[in-house]
């Protein structure tokens, strides 16, 4: 058995062409931002920009979804944004907090209608 005709096969493309070449770059990063101090002007505008970012990515995703996320009605979409804004002010702006609770409002409400 040859390791590319295996069932391992999309795992091994997966590792080789997706997680190291990201893989390599944050390790690069480690290094160089070191001895950056965290309320540079630079880290202060590569934080609002992932920032941004997200949101963005959010505001798509709510307003124009795709697959199986458009199964889900507007409301309960702006009703998961909402409650995810909400818990990011509420939880001193953590963006993960705001995030996992937009992800189970979507979730739940999914399960409560009955989606698949």
Known sequence: MTLFGSDLTPYIALILVGFLPSEIWRWMALVVGRGLDENSEILIWVR??????????????????GGALASLPLGWRIGAFLAGVAVYWIGRRSVLFGVLAAELVIVGGAFWLGLK
Do not use: C, G, I, S
């Open 48 to 65: 609002a920009v992932a920032t941004a970012t997200l949101a963005a990515v959010v505001a798509k995703l709510a307003f124009f979804p």
